[in-house]
């Protein structure tokens, strides 16, 4: 299976790729997670996305188009991948089509969890994320998952939080009609438990072709 997760941020889709990764056993690839890694070990790459992560701003395509083909070149990724956080604005997406094209090998679907902006913003703002894992965590000291220390994420702070938002609707938001029109859209709400919208993912999933 080779799937295209969307959606602003605070869907879920971090924790909701965690899950059909493991169901289809493919690797889950998020763009974000390798930029905050990459922070973390003080790489240069790390170095190159710091401040536009910290601005709540798109890293340049030119650095994570070329982060996301290497990537894709790894043994793991040789029968499926799901991508969570790529692309985030249609540049991005046709360079993942010739990518894929290159190797024919074409996206079979793409995932949007749909969510308004006052949920969002709810969200955002009560999110904390473990420093240990990754993983998100509302109203826990600890994370729910390893116990590991939780903190605010720079950029789930309420002004950066507003600019991400800005830059999902401009930029984000127009691959949901490319992929529409790619006949590859499928939508689901993003509202509701973590394991129904997990089940609705799978059912909606259960009709793609491989
Ligand atoms: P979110 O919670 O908004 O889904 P992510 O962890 O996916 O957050 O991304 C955090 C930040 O990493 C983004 O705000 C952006 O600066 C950078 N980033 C992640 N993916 C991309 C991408 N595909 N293109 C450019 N920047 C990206
Ligand atoms: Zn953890």
């Known amino acids: 299976m080779r799937l ?3 959606g602003p941020p605070g869907a879920g889709k971090g924790t909701q790729a965690q899950f059909l990764a493991a169901h289809y056993l493919i690797p889950h690839i998020s763009t974000g997670d390798i930029f905050r890694a990459n922070l973390k070990a003080g790489t240069p790459l790390g170095e190159q996305a710091k401040s536009f992560m910290d601005r709540g701003e798109l890293v340049p395509d030119s650095v994570t ?9 790894h043994e793991d990724a040789k029968n499926g991948f799901l991508l969570d956080g790529f692309p ?5 997406a046709e360079v993942l089509r ?3 094209a290159e190797k024919k090998t074409p996206l079979h679907a793409v995932l949007e969890f749909a969510l308004g902006d006052e ?5 955002l703002s009560s999110r904390r994320t473990c420093r240990d894992c990754g993983g998100p965590s509302v109203g826990l000291d600890k994370c729910p998952t390893c116990g590991g ?3 605010q994420r720079e950029d789930d702070k309420a002004d950066v ?3 991400r938002l800005e830059v999902y609707t401009e930029q984000t938001a127009p691959i949901i009609a490319f992929y529409r029109n790619a006949d590859l859209l499928i939508s689901i709400s ?7 919208i997990t089940d609705q993912a799978k059912s909606a999933l259960k009709n793609v072709a491989q």
């Open 4 to 6: 295209v997760l969307v």
């Open 119 to 123: 949920e969002i913003i709810a969200r």
């Open 65 to 73: 188009n070329e982060m996301v083909k290497d990537r894709l070149t």
């Open 98 to 100: 010739d990518i894929l």
């Open 88 to 92: 985030r604005n249609v540049a991005q």
């Open 149 to 151: 220390e939780v903190y």
């Open 161 to 163: 939080i507003k600019r």
């Open 190 to 196: 993003a509202v509701g438990s973590v394991e129904a």
